[in-house]
């Protein structure tokens, strides 16, 4: 996936539901500290979902892997546009 490609889908907007399964993470630069381990997490169409814990417990890195900014080492991560 290029997201500077210009042929690339620019859809207005997505309807459809985010799926994290077995998700298995770390950052490039510290590959033996794992950040997440069989994270899962599933968002339905038209749900607000919150994020919410103390500093440095990964909810930005989520998003990151939702936005994909990161790639896990294992999982799937499955986006159903509808």
Partial sequence: ?????????????INGEIKLKDVDFCYP???KQMIFVGLSLKVQPMTIVALA??????KS????????????????????IG
């Fill in 29 to 31: 630069s510290r590959f």
């Fill in 53 to 58: 814990g103390q500093s440095g417990l990964g």
């Fill in 1 to 13: 996936m290029d997201s500077d490609d210009p042929n690339g889908l620019k859809p207005e907007r």
């Fill in 61 to 80: 890195t989520i998003i990151g892997i939702i936005q994909r900014f990161y790639d896990p080492l294992s999982s799937k991560v499955t986006y159903c």
